[in-house]
């Protein structure tokens, strides 16, 4: 240690982290953690000049922004110290850990305070902070595998915690939810027969339907989008698709079904065959189409070009949602593309470093995604046997009859749209079978990376209706636009998460 320094003239950075993805709850809150350390830094008379807050876990290395932006400021000699409430806020990898260590050792960071801890800056003081690490990286990894040995212990019993419309979940088993459950099992049989998910919603809220949040209380009606998912979810048959596994809840206990298996696939093949019409539409190209959002509403800006007789007609983006509150519907295409011109010309400039880091550390399909795959698989299949069995069940039919006759014909067409059925729905559970077994087929190459993050300003500039339409969906998830602006945008990744780390900037009270 060096009897030298004098720690009140050090400036030192408070940094506070709770994951919200933690599988426990007894780590103290981020508002606890900063009143406890400035506790300490006013005992110990530090100089605490920046605050920073950060949601993210430290389980996995480079994951955590505002932790990155931290130490890319201490190397640039912002700050001096570190004061933090554990070593375990600081890393729980042992990458991110040997690199504070390695700062410590080359004097970048001269000092660290904890509030549970005792650090000293000589041989043995490291050494009990790499045990530090150590610890808080076993920790998490056993507290994880515990977690989901559990999960999936549960899962096998055919118990889980995930609440489910028209359920009450009592110790993870799912229970009828009377007035609510005799609702859902009406909301299918009315989708059985062709109802439109609007006039469901509206019947089921005018006839009481309501679901409290355990969370904080609050009670909700249905709406179109959550009722969209309940008619997709094959749980209400009785299939809970869960944690990479698929279980029977009519084999593990008396499950009560909103939806016998047979009605659930017709349900599901009604709304195949809703969104894939054989004969598709045929209409103009206009470019980023439904991802101009209305700032106001939030709803997907209609596009086409402007009605006047004049020779010079322009391409619009207009909101036609009528209880939005906007006065002006709609903004000329040419304010949107100026805005992208003038966003991309200096280009996003990442590196090849920036590149391997974020894909180093991230799963493209995530288990949540794996999971909605799973289920649709399930469902595709599901609705491959109904058309097949259809198709045979018509072939039988018309052994007995002429060539000729009208039923024969009749069935004939009928079967040879039926195998066309089968053959489109093959390829579609391929394509997510494919999916699951290479879950980084959306990948960007290195290539494609650097090309986009160099050069997408005068690519978009250059290109014609469709290639513009292309670069920018590469780049962009949404942009909203109000009256006269765009006034939001949202990146894609990797470009979301690479930017983001560049533009930590302070907030008014100091902290991040």
Same mark, same amino acid.
Not at 381 to 391: N, T
Not at 410 to 423: F, R, Y
Not at 432 to 440: A, F, I, T, Y
């Given at each position: ?9 050090? #400036? ?20 606890? %953690? ?114 989901? #040995? ?38 299918? +049989?009315?989708? =059985? ?18 679901? =409290?949040?355990?969370?904080?209380? =609050? ?9 969209? =998912? ?11 698709? +869960?944690?990479?596994?698929? !279980?029977?809840? @009519? ?61 010079? #007609? ?30 991309? +010309? ?75 059925? %089968? ?19 959306? @990948? ?15 690519? !978009? ?11 920018? #969906? ?26 983001? +780390? ?11």
């Amino acid at each position: 240690m060096d009897d030298g320094l004098d720690i009140t003239n050090l #400036r030192y950075v408070l940094y506070a982290r709770k994951s919200t993805t933690d599988e426990t709850r007894q780590v103290r809150s981020i508002p606890d %953690q900063i009143t406890d350390c400035k506790l300490l830094a006013a005992q110990l008379n530090l100089n605490v000049v920046r605050t920073l807050r950060e949601t993210q876990s430290a389980k996995k290395p480079n994951q955590r922004p505002v932790f990155k932006q931290m130490i890319n400021d201490i190397k640039r000699g912002v700050y001096d110290g570190i004061l933090a409430w554990n070593p375990d806020r600081l890393a729980r990898n042992m990458l991110e850990g040997g690199e504070i260590i390695d700062l410590i050792d080359q004097n970048v960071i001269k000092d660290l305070k904890f509030k549970t801890h005792t650090f000293t800056n000589d041989a043995n003081g490291k050494m009990l902070l790499g045990m530090a690490f150590v610890l808080s990286k076993q920790y998490s990894d056993d507290l994880s595998q515990k977690v989901t #040995r559990g999960i999936r212990g549960r899962l096998k019993e055919g118990r889980t915690p995930t609440p489910k419309h028209g359920y009450i979940n009592e110790d993870g088993i799912y229970k009828p939810d009377g007035n609510n459950y005799e609702l859902i099992c009406e909301a299918w +049989q009315m989708r =059985k027969v062709g109802k439109p998910i609007e006039t469901i919603t509206d019947y089921l809220n005018k006839n009481g339907y309501s679901r =409290k949040i355990k969370r904080n209380g =609050k009670q909700v009606d249905m709406d179109k989008r959550i009722l969209s =998912k309940i008619l997709h979810d094959p749980f209400y048959y009785g299939a809970l698709v +869960q944690a990479g596994q698929q !279980v029977n809840l @009519r084999e593990l206990y008396d499950f009560t079904p909103a939806v016998s298996e047979e009605d659930y696939f017709i349900v599901q093949r009604l709304d195949y065959r809703k969104i894939r019409p054989s004969t598709p539409h045929k209409m103009a190209f206009y470019p980023l189409r439904r991802i101009v959002l209305c700032h106001l509403c939030g709803r997907p800006c209609v596009v086409a070009p402007s009605t006047s007789h004049t020779s010079t #007609r322009y391409l619009y983006y207009r909101c036609d949602n009528t209880s939005c509150t906007r006065k002006k519907r709609s903004i000329r295409a040419k304010v949107i593309f100026d805005f992208i011109y003038e966003l991309l +010309q200096n280009g996003l400039n990442f590196t090849e470093k920036e590149y391997n880091e974020y894909y180093d550390n991230l799963t493209l399909l995530t288990d949540q995604k794996r999971q909605e795959v799973r289920a649709k698989l399930l469902n595709l299949r599901g609705v491959f046997k109904k058309v097949k069995q259809e198709a045979e069940e018509r072939s039988l039919k018309i052994v007995n009859y002429d060539t000729t006759s009208a039923i024969w014909k009749v069935n004939n067409n009928k079967i040879a749209e039926l195998t066309d059925e %089968q053959t489109k729905l093959l390829d579609e559970i391929e394509k997510l079978e494919v999916q699951l077994r290479e879950p980084e087929t959306d @990948r960007l190459t290195i290539e494609q990376f650097l090309n986009l993050s160099k050069n997408a300003g005068n690519i !978009v500039q250059s290109a014609d209706a469709v290639g513009k339409d292309q670069i920018v #969906r590469e780049i962009f998830l949404n942009l909203e636009v109000d009256e006269e602006k765009v006034a939001l945008y949202r990146l894609k990744e990797p470009f979301a998460t690479l930017l983001k +780390q560049r533009q930590i900037l302070p907030s008014r009270d100091g902290e991040t």
